[in-house]
C-alpha cells in the first residue's frame, strides 16, 4: 500500500509549474548580477573544497617530522612563490654533443633494423596472399552439348 501513494505523489509532481527564481530588478541593476540559488551552492561548494584543502596542508604541516631532509631544500630558493634551483645548468662540449647526436643516430638505425625484420617477417606470413588475384574456376557437368551452349551465354 505505501509504494502505491509515492507512485501517485511522483505522477502528481510532474505536472505541477516549475517555480523559476526572480530576475534582477532594473532598480538594482547597478549591484551587479543578481546571485541565483544554484550559483551560491557552486560559490559555497567551491569554497568548501577549498576550506578542506588548506585545512589538510595545515594537518600535514603540524604532523610533520621535523628531522626530515631532502637536499632539495638547500638546493632550492623562493623566488615569487615558485621554486628555482641553485645549481646551474648542465654545459655540454661540442665533443659530447657530437656523441650524444650519434648515438641518437645509431639507436635510430637499430630501431628501423629491427622494423624492416618485422615487416619482412609479416610478408613472409603472407606469402600465400599473392595466389589470392587469380579467379576460381568453377567445374559445371552438363549432359548434352545444347546445355553447354546455355551456361556459357549467361556467364559471358
Do not use: W
Not at 543578481?34 to 576550506?51: F, G, I, P, T
Not at 650519434?102 to 615487416?119: F, P
Amino acid at each position: 500500500p505505501r509504494g502505491t501513494m509515492s507512485s501517485f505523489k511522483k505522477r502528481e509532481k510532474v505536472f505541477q509549474k516549475t517555480h523559476r527564481e526572480r530576475g534582477q530588478p532594473s532598480s538594482r541593476k547597478k549591484f551587479g548580477l543578481l546571485e541565483k540559488h544554484k550559483d551560491y551552492v557552486l560559490r559555497a561548494k567551491s569554497y568548501h573544497k577549498k576550506k578542506a584543502a588548506l585545512k589538510a596542508l595545515h594537518e600535514k604541516a603540524r604532523n610533520r617530522n621535523p628531522d626530515e631532509f631532502y637536499f632539495k631544500m638547500v638546493n632550492t630558493k623562493l623566488t615569487d612563490g615558485k621554486h628555482v634551483s641553485n645549481q646551474p645548468e648542465e654545459e655540454y662540449t661540442e665533443e659530447q654533443l657530437q656523441l650524444m647526436k650519434t648515438q641518437d643516430l645509431k639507436y635510430i638505425q637499430m630501431k628501423l633494423a629491427s622494423e624492416e625484420k618485422k615487416v619482412e617477417r609479416l610478408h613472409q606470413k603472407l606469402h600465400l596472399t599473392d595466389e589470392a588475384g587469380t579467379q576460381n574456376s568453377h567445374l559445371l557437368f552438363v549432359d548434352s552439348d545444347e546445355e553447354s551452349d546455355v551456361i556459357e551465354e549467361s556467364t559471358g
